[in-house]
């Protein structure tokens, strides 16, 4: 069963595996955007696509850059465990915007350019720095961010700091140093 709004308009014959999936073209506001169905077993029924996965197709679709809200990249860097209960979405062009999928609701919002120029792993870090605030930035979470990231992605830091706002500098630049990362 189909979520409200949504119909089937075709297969995609190229695309196999142990998931049939199907394009689903979803009807808001006079535009139509894309997801991919999956079907599991008769017991489960139809599975919608991720919000992940309708943003990404709506970012193709419409050239725009995304990068997770600053509460989301906490938590996908293990910073927090709170997750966010609304889906949102940095984007570099759009206006806010609302889109409603079944159940679902994903909010795209405009961000300052400056705040989405860095790299993306820059970016994912400072919005994640910004959501815990000056504050609440401990040398544990600076550990486990220099043990979680790369040591090619945390230089790249230090190009990204001109980005940043002034009270994130020193904790990017600790984050990036080389040596150990205890």
Same mark, same amino acid.
């Given at each position: 069963?189909?979520?409200?709004?949504?119909?089937?308009?075709?297969?995609?014959?190229?695309?196999?595996?142990?998931?049939?999936?199907?394009?689903?073209?979803?009807?808001?506001?006079?535009?139509?955007?894309?997801?991919?169905?999956?079907?599991?077993?008769?017991?489960?029924?139809?599975?919608?696509?991720?919000?992940?996965?309708?943003?990404?197709?709506?970012?193709?679709?419409?050239?725009?850059?995304?990068?997770?809200?600053?509460?989301?990249?906490?938590?996908?860097?293990?910073?927090?465990?709170?997750?966010?209960?609304?889906?949102?979405?940095?984007?570099?062009?759009?206006?806010?915007?609302?889109?409603?999928?079944?159940? %679902?609701?994903?909010?795209? $919002?405009?961000?300052? @350019? *400056? !705040?989405?120029?860095?790299?993306?792993?820059?970016? +994912?870090?400072? &919005?994640?720095?910004?959501?815990?605030?000056?504050?609440?930035?401990?040398?544990? %979470?600076?550990?486990?961010? $220099?043990?979680?990231? @790369? *040591? !090619?992605?945390?230089?790249?830091?230090?190009?990204? +700091?001109?980005? &940043?706002?002034?009270?994130?500098?020193?904790?990017?630049?600790?984050?990036?140093?080389?040596?150990?990362?205890?």
């Amino acid at each position: 069963m189909l979520p409200s709004g949504m119909k089937l308009t075709e297969k995609i014959p190229e695309l196999s595996g142990a998931f049939q999936k199907t394009l689903i073209c979803l009807s808001h506001r006079q535009r139509s955007e894309f997801q991919k169905a999956k079907s599991t077993r008769q017991e489960l029924g139809e599975l919608s696509a991720t919000s992940d996965a309708i943003a990404a197709a709506i970012a193709r679709r419409d050239g725009i850059h995304l990068h997770p809200s600053e509460a989301a990249a906490a938590n996908l860097l293990n910073l927090s465990e709170q997750v966010p209960a609304r889906i949102a979405y940095q984007t570099n062009r759009q206006r806010r915007r609302v889109l409603k999928v079944g159940q %679902r609701t994903i909010d795209f $919002r405009q961000r300052s @350019p *400056r !705040k989405l120029a860095a790299s993306q792993t820059g970016t +994912l870090v400072m &919005a994640a720095l910004r959501s815990l605030g000056p504050r609440h930035v401990t040398p544990t %979470r600076i550990a486990h961010l $220099r043990k979680l990231l @790369p *040591r !090619k992605q945390r230089r790249r830091l230090l190009k990204d +700091l001109r980005f &940043a706002p002034a009270w994130m500098h020193s904790y990017l630049r600790t984050i990036a140093r080389d040596g150990d990362t205890n």
